[in-house]
Each structure stands twice: as C-alpha cells, then as structure tokens.
C-alpha cells in the first residue's frame, strides 16, 4: 500500500466448517428455521454458511425429520423470482465440486436428503440441489464444502467440549453457534 502507483487489488476470501452446536432445551421449529437460513441461504455460498450440524442424541430424531420435511417447502430457481428461496451456484466447477463430494459422501456417510434444482438453462448457471448428510465422525470433513450441504452428526452433549476441540483443531472455522 505504500508503493507508488494505484492501489493493488485484493481479493481476500474467508470460509470454514462453521458449526452449530444444539441442546435438548432447544425449540425445534427455531432450530429448523435458522438451520435452513444458515445453510441453504445464498445456495450456501455465504463463507458464514452453516456447514456441521451437531446435534444432541436424544432429540436428533426428531430435529432432521422437522429439516428434512422443512426442506420440502424450498423452491429452487432464478433469483429474480421473489418466490425462490435458493437460487443457482456459481459455476460449473463449484457444481462439479459439490456433485464429487456428494458421491463421497453416498459411499462414506448417510445422505439424509436431497432436493434436485432445475437443469442449468444454456447460458445460465448451474443449480444444486440442498442436501442433509449425516456424518459418523467430524473425521469425515476436513475442508469448507462451498455450497448448500449440511453435515449433521449426533453427539453426547456432556461431551461439547471435546466435539468443539475437535472441530477447532481442524483449522478452518470462521463461525460458531451454541
């Protein structure tokens, strides 16, 4: 910034496995909500998108099935249309991403659900579908997976604080719920 000449450009982006830890006292419709907005919002391109939900054993039962029927009121489409709620993403390749995850998570983990977008209209971009895949182990993911894919992994809740350990040793947070 000190050199002569124009201001450089800087393009800095941040992102992360932002996590959101639940308790069995929470409300399970207000769950529901703010997940589907941290989540998918934004085709879950946000850096500040929801990306690992933990959930405590006794009441994950019924928090994914509230998501799951949750997500069967979401319209994907053009942005323009005020009645979509998740427009496309931003080019093939991040779709191409997404999709390669997608498969890994099919064979390693437990796809919960998946809503299927529109086919990408020529010269348009490309849309993904909102998925909920339940994880054996934060061991699963190690990186930001840009788009609208939420982990969920039930844990004990006498056990925040190792989970939570867990999930900072990874190095790649830039948000967190409680």
Do not use: W
């Not at 099935?65 to 931003?90: Q, V």
């Not at 010269?123 to 895949?133: D, E, K």
């Amino acid at each position: 910034a000190a050199k002569d000449g124009p201001i450089a450009t800087l393009i800095a982006e941040t992102g992360g496995l932002n996590g959101l830890f639940i308790d069995t006292t929470a409300l399970k419709e207000q769950v529901v909500d703010d997940v589907i907005v941290s989540a998918f919002n934004s085709a879950g391109q946000r850096c500040s998108s929801l990306r690992i939900l933990f959930l405590p054993h006794e009441t994950a039962d019924g928090i994914i099935e509230t998501l799951c029927g949750a997500m069967d009121t979401l319209i994907i489409g053009d942005p323009a249309d005020p009645r979509t709620d998740i427009g496309p993403i931003i080019d093939a390749e991040a779709k191409a991403n997404l999709d390669k995850h997608m498969a890994r998570m099919a064979k390693e983990a437990k796809v919960l659900k998946q809503l299927h977008g529109p086919p990408a209209v020529q010269n348009t971009l490309p849309f993904f579908g909102p998925a909920i895949v339940e994880l054996n182990s934060l061991d699963q993911i190690d990186k930001e997976v840009f788009g609208p894919i939420l982990h969920v992994i039930r844990c004990n809740p006498a056990d925040i604080a190792a989970v939570g350990a867990q999930l900072a040793a990874k190095g790649y947070g830039l948000t967190l719920g409680v």
